[in-house]
């Protein structure tokens, strides 16, 4: 059996490095800084960037047409690029995103305002470092885990094609710049548009019409009721065997009617 292709770092400050291309059984990186590196299409199957408990920056790196599975952890993305970018497995409880740059095709990125449970997180951990007798934690870990939101900000997403792409528990879409076109249903006052839209599908002769309102009630339920202001849907993330559900196109088209 070949063995493992592993990167760990820790505790550094690492400048200028390239991992392009490379393909990876895991990235581990603990408390430690990465400035201006190259990720170019590597294919990383655990990309354990923010590992441990402690923050791992990356400050102007680039991610061209890379593959990231299982990203998550206390990692922290500044100024960096990401183009064609694919995703799967991400863990975002504690992934945050300031003025990045967002192009071509991004698939399964998840981004959330704020890290559930962070309490409950923060105890399970303490108690088994005090079962293995490994305590104190690292300082700072206390303050990482019980945040109350994650920093999302100032992010390009203008020249993206999102595919299944999240903005979920508090993320501020009017901090993004996000892609406009009939691909995409922006509505920045959920509050409103939704009863709106349910309410305007009530008087719907469409045999759809009952579908798309349940679809839209657990809309806000889901998203506004967990704390996000504004929502953003992607109908096509709905495909079917090549074709967006009727009554997902329904739902869509209503919420743009009444917001028109």
């Given at each position: 059996m070949p063995d493992r292709q592993v990167v760990s770092v820790r505790h550094e400050q690492v400048a200028g490095a390239d991992y392009s291309r490379?393909?990876?059984?895991?990235?581990?990186?603990?408390?430690?800084?990465?400035?201006?590196c190259r990720f170019d299409r590597a294919r990383i199957n655990d990309a354990g960037f923010g590992a441990g408990m402690e923050q791992t920056e990356l400050v102007g790196c680039s991610f061209d047409g890379t593959s990231l599975r299982a990203l998550g952890g206390f990692t922290r993305f500044v100024r960096c690029t990401f183009r064609n970018l694919r995703a799967t497995q991400v863990v975002p409880d504690y992934l945050e995103?300031?003025?990045?740059?967002?192009?071509?095709?991004?698939?399964g990125l998840r981004f959330w305002g704020a890290p559930p449970d962070g309490a409950g997180r923060y105890a399970g951990v303490v108690n088994a470092q005090r079962g293995a007798g490994t305590l104190p934690v690292p300082p700072g870990y206390r303050e990482l885990a019980l945040r109350e939101h994650n920093q999302i900000h100032g992010n390009d997403f203008?020249?993206?094609q999102l595919v299944k792409v999240e903005f979920r528990f508090g993320v501020d879409l009017t901090?993004?710049?996000?892609?406009?076109?009939?691909?995409?249903?922006?509505?920045p006052d959920p509050g409103s548009t939704v009863p709106g839209a349910v309410a305007e599908l009530a008087h719907s002769p469409s045999e759809h019409a009952p579908r798309a309102q349940e679809f839209l009630i657990s809309l806000m339920e889901r998203n506004v009721g967990a704390g996000q202001r504004q929502l953003w849907i992607c109908p096509k993330d709905f495909e079917r065997k090549g074709a967006v559900p009727a009554y997902i196109t329904l739902a869509a088209d209503t919420l743009r009617h009444v917001q028109s």
């Open positions: 490379q393909t990876l059984d895991q990235f581990v990186s603990v408390g430690s800084t990465f400035t201006g995103f300031v003025d990045c740059t967002f192009t071509g095709r991004i698939t203008s020249d993206a901090a993004q710049k996000l892609p406009v076109g009939e691909d995409y249903v922006y509505v």
